[in-house]
């Protein structure tokens, strides 16, 4: 019985800065069906936060209800978690950020938690800009319920039962960019190289990062005629490779000229953008979403870095919270007493 | 990189690296995990079929197994296998009446010369075929080296005489005994259909031209007669300070062996640095544990007297200088010969073979070593076409397993060549490759391994074994340290079997392994392709298991070297592209299926 993973490692695994190797960003063994794409980018984002040398404990997983929610539960298993209600991870998570604006935010949910059920808190998550990754595991269908059409299947996917899915799938990446997030990609689950690089942008950039990963159910959606198996997906694939190289990384590999772009991040790391297209403006809003589209309407999955806004003000900025988390505040800067009370009260007058 | 072809038996025989280091091939996953079952009695006869003297091996086998275990590139410490062997001989069932029995005669008659554990595997696996076989040796009774050069407090004398029993009551095997074969003209002339020389490796190495040699003969023994003369009780005792020459297990023995008969102020003295000593590890901390010092680096100088008699021993110092080819040179520091005093000095510098009693006319020819010149290590068939070498005699000193394989292999020719066949047609191997899935979680075996560290073998009081040399100094496993030290084994035989065509490059196994062994890449020559892996595989002995091109493009790349074998990539595999499968293979014998075991 394999419940958990052994214990002995590679005695060669590699280290990062901090002395960490990548099992060191493990979780508990996958309880999911096997082969699901979940768990390949429950490893993607382990591997991330092993590469960008992330101390687990300045973590918070945040997740809803759903196969996609389980998720947090299979990888960094030394990081905070908080699996909420379904929907409502959105308010959690900004109440969280707002509380303690020092630990870095993952969110991770699924196309049920959020395009349906949890529709109404997204977009105002968007909207606020708070300060974190979000990640949706998208596989247009409820594996948990045994696989009905979700508010992302596409339009004529054919579900395992034989139907057809009547209705226009909702693009969560085009819902995004419209609704002025500060980061949007799109990737798929069998794509680490581009998915990683992906992930930990996200983490880096400061303000509301929103990832739209196709995740194939191997259990209920996989089957021929569904748009969002492996196969249909490796087949209509338009990947857009990108690499991230953190600040305090020198820049090693060198790119041809006019082959790559670079964006440079507010802390100074740098995403360069693989085989750019030559029209192609990351930081414009107007060309994302052109291109969404046309990659919608000719039926392919266009994934990469979609769209960035390295200044982005996050919840904290705009609102001028205090610049320290609320539990490392003080009794006097909490409560600072009876004379500045008087003073703001004589500002008032 | 070619794609691997897994169809092809050596294959995966190489990833079970204890079977593939043991010179019998012993299935050792398969009787060990019978040991965690309770089950000795069939661990017993899987190892009696592969290796003829499981209790024997149990106590003194050279272990080529366990610097091979996979464990020892893991944690720390490999599986104690030789120590598991010993469970199953210890703990097993009377057996007797499990074991095959002579076939009805099948006309042809062959002499065996010498009665060691060549001759007695070559015997054990021709019997059942109907051969007569008359078995000769200059002793009272047979095991050859395995009587006369391994002591008590190593290998009980019941345990030897069980197992030969085995052998000789088998049928079909007339001992002549107590008989120095002189002529291997005669023996041609006997009317024997084939002969096989199994008489070892006889003459231990001497210092004929040290100065004080000959004046010092009283007091210089040779290090394997010296051991034989002891087990054969001829000697009783030696002088208080004694010097032990030489570096591998007989001068372990001999130290260890001269403790026991009245040696306080035993030393070994080796030419060699103490890490390039020929003994096994163990053998050397034993002798230490014993508080015998073990001195290196000294090269025998000169054999003291004081009227007449031995007092000591002077030594060059000498330090070790490696050349760029890896050509050891031991050159003198310049320092002053150093003196030790002694009663006795016991020489253990190693065996020459001697074959005096095989005349030219035969045409048995050796090369420049002494050693006969065989048509290849698998038909130990000699220049004279019915006459066959094993063991010691082939090709010098080695052990005891190695000696069991020769026979194998030996008794595979004689049969051949006595049916007309040919023998440099091998017969392959027996090979079975059974699917283990129980279920989602669930494999036939016990897939996940355990942590716990090597368990190590309870010893006898040391005043105790000291004071008798027929005291068995170590007591074996019980049976719960036999089960855990079981457990520890990684199930190597329970083969990852990868099929190209049910892979939908989910990348779910490479996600899971918890070691690392599994990369989805692009081809590349195989240089490159083991720096680019997940964890780049150095270890180059090891084999990366390499698939056909899959749909993206990519290659599925598992380097065997850390590889758990627990299963966790088939059980994430949602195709059944892994599986797990047992995987069991026997080396052929004459006799195939000598045992039956489920």
Do not use: W
């Given at each position: 019985m394999s419940y958990y993973k052994p214990k002995f490692q590679h005695p060669k695994l590699p280290k990062n800065e901090l002395g960490y190797t990548v099992a060191d960003y493990d979780g508990a063994v996958s309880t999911l069906c096997a082969g699901c794409g979940h768990d390949s980018i429950s490893a993607a984002i382990r591997n991330a936060c092993f590469l960008s040398a992330i101390p687990p404990h300045r973590i918070a997983k945040l997740s809803g209800i759903g196969c996609s929610s389980k998720m947090p539960t299979y990888f960094l298993g030394r990081s905070h978690g908080f699996n909420s209600v379904h929907g409502r991870m959105p308010s959690v998570a900004t109440g969280a950020s707002v509380a303690n604006r020092d630990l870095i935010y993952l969110g991770v949910s699924g196309d049920g938690d959020t395009a349906s059920i949890g529709m109404g808190q997204f977009v105002h998550l968007i909207r606020r800009n708070v300060n974190m990754t979000y990640i949706v595991a998208n596989n247009g269908c409820y594996g948990l319920t045994k696989g009905q059409d979700s508010a992302t299947a596409d339009l004529g996917s054919v579900g395992k039962y034989g139907t057809k899915n009547p209705f226009d799938g909702i693009d969560l990446a085009s819902l995004a960019v419209l609704q002025g997030a500060s980061f949007v990609g799109r990737s798929f689950s069998g794509d680490k190289e581009q998915l990683e690089p992906l992930i930990r942008a996200a983490m880096a950039h400061r303000g509301f990062a929103f990832i739209d990963v196709v995740?194939?159910?191997?259990?209920?959606?996989?089957?021929?005629?569904?748009?969002?198996?492996?196969?249909?997906?490796?087949?209509?694939?338009?990947?857009?490779?990108?690499?991230?190289?953190?600040?305090?990384?020198?820049?090693?590999?060198?790119?041809?000229?006019?082959?790559?772009?670079?964006?440079?991040?507010?802390?100074?790391?740098?995403?360069?953008?693989?085989?750019?297209?030559?029209?192609?403006?990351?930081?414009?809003?107007?060309?994302?979403?052109?291109?969404?589209?046309?990659?919608?309407?000719?039926?392919?999955?266009?994934?990469?870095?979609?769209?960035?806004?390295?200044?982005?003000?996050?919840?904290?900025?705009?609102?001028?919270?205090?610049?320290?988390?609320?539990?490392?505040?003080?009794?006097?800067?909490?409560?600072?007493?009876?004379?500045?009370?008087?003073?703001?009260?004589?500002?008032?007058? | 990189m070619q794609a691997t072809d897994a169809t092809n038996p050596e294959y995966f025989h190489k990833v079970v690296d204890c079977q593939y280091a043991c010179p019998a091939h012993t299935p050792v996953p398969a009787y060990i995990r019978l040991i965690a079952q309770q089950r000795y009695t069939d661990a017993y006869l899987i190892n009696w079929e592969s290796n003829v003297f499981p209790g024997v091996l149990g106590r003194t086998c050279d272990r080529p197994c366990e610097p091979a275990c996979r464990r020892g590139r893991v944690e720390e410490e490999p599986v104690a296998i030789c120590r598991l062997k010993r469970v199953a001989a210890d703990f097993k069932d009377e057996v007797a009446g499990m074991l095959p029995k002579a076939g009805p005669p099948n006309g042809k008659k062959i002499a065996l010369i010498g009665a060691g554990p060549a001759s007695l595997t070559v015997a054990r696996d021709l019997a059942p075929l109907g051969y007569e076989l008359h078995l000769y040796d200059e002793q009272a009774k047979g095991g050859g080296f395995m009587r006369s050069q391994i002591p008590s407090f190593r290998l009980p004398e019941s345990v030897l005489d069980e197992e030969i029993g085995y052998i000789l009551d088998m049928g079909g095997i007339t001992t002549v005994f107590d008989t120095y074969v002189d002529s291997m003209a005669e023996m041609l002339n006997k009317g024997y259909d084939a002969i096989f020389v199994g008489s070892g490796a006889p003459r231990g190495r001497d210092l004929p031209k040290l100065p004080g040699r000959k004046e010092a003969d009283a007091n210089i023994h040779i290090g394997i007669n010296w051991l034989a003369n002891v087990a054969f009780e001829h000697t009783k005792e030696i002088g208080k300070r004694v010097i032990v020459l030489g570096g591998g297990n007989t001068a372990m023995d001999c130290c260890r062996t001269s403790r026991r008969l009245g040696g306080e102020d035993v030393k070994v003295i080796v030419r060699s640095p103490f890490a390039e000593m020929k003994a096994s590890p163990w053998e050397k901390e034993d002798a230490i544990h014993e508080g015998i010092p073990i001195i290196d680096n000294h090269v025998p100088r000169e054999f003291v007297l004081e009227n007449g008699k031995l007092v000591g021993m002077t030594f060059d110092k000498v330090q070790p200088v490696y050349h760029k080819d890896g050509h050891r040179e031991l050159v003198p520091t310049g320092e002053e010969p150093e003196f030790y005093p002694c009663d006795d000095v016991l020489v253990a510098i190693g065996q020459e073979n001697a074959f005096p009693w095989i005349e030219k006319e035969t045409g048995i020819r050796f090369t420049s070593w002494g050693t006969p010149i065989i048509n290849d290590d698998e038909t130990f068939q000699s220049t004279r076409k019915e006459v066959f070498f094993g063991g010691d005699s082939a090709f010098g000193p080695s052990n005891i397993i190695t000696a069991v394989a020769h026979g194998h292999k030996a008794a595979v020719s004689i049969d051949f060549y006595c049916q007309g066949k040919t023998l440099s047609k091998r017969p392959p191997p027996h090979v079975t490759l059974i699917g283990q899935k129980m279920g989602i979680h669930e494999w036939s075996y016990d897939s996940i391994p355990i942590t716990d560290e090597r368990k190590i073998v309870p010893l006898e009081d040391l005043k105790k074994s000291l004071n008798d040399r027929m005291v068995e100094v170590e007591l074996g496993f019980d049976a719960e340290a036999a089960f855990i030290e079981a457990e520890r084994c990684l199930n190597c035989d329970a083969q990852t079997v990868f099929t190209d065509s049910n892979c939908i490059e989910c990348d779910a196994c490479q996600d899971i392994c918890p070691t690392?062994?599994?990369?989805?890449?692009?081809?590349?020559?195989?240089?490159?392709?083991?720096?680019?892996?997940?964890?780049?595989?150095?270890?180059?002995?090891q084999d990366l298991y390499v698939s056909g091109t899959l749909p993206t493009g990519r290659v599925m790349v598992k380097d065997e070297d850390v590889c758990l074998h627990c299963g966790l990539c088939a059980e994430r595999c949602p195709t059944a592209a892994w599986d797990m499968q047992m995987f069991f293979y026997n080396t052929a014998k004459a006799t195939p299926n000598l045992v039956d075991v489920k």
């Open positions: 995740s194939p159910c191997v259990t209920f959606a996989n089957n021929v005629g569904s748009t969002k198996s492996y196969a249909a997906t490796r087949e209509n694939l338009d990947a857009m490779p990108i690499d991230f190289v953190p600040m305090r990384e020198e820049i090693r590999t060198q790119y041809k000229e006019g082959s790559s772009q670079t964006v440079t991040l507010h802390d100074g790391s740098i995403i360069h953008l693989l085989k750019a297209r030559k029209d192609y403006k990351a930081d414009s809003r107007e060309d994302a979403l052109m291109a969404l589209q046309k990659a919608n309407s000719t039926g392919k999955v266009l994934t990469g870095l979609l769209y960035l806004d390295p200044n982005s003000q996050d919840l904290n900025q705009v609102l001028e919270l205090a610049s320290k988390p609320l539990n490392s505040l003080g009794m006097d800067e909490l409560c600072p007493g009876s004379r500045v009370l008087k003073s703001i009260n004589e500002g008032l007058r | 690392n062994c599994i990369t989805f890449t692009q081809n590349a020559p195989e240089k490159e392709l083991r720096a680019k892996l997940l964890v780049p595989a150095d270890n180059t002995e």
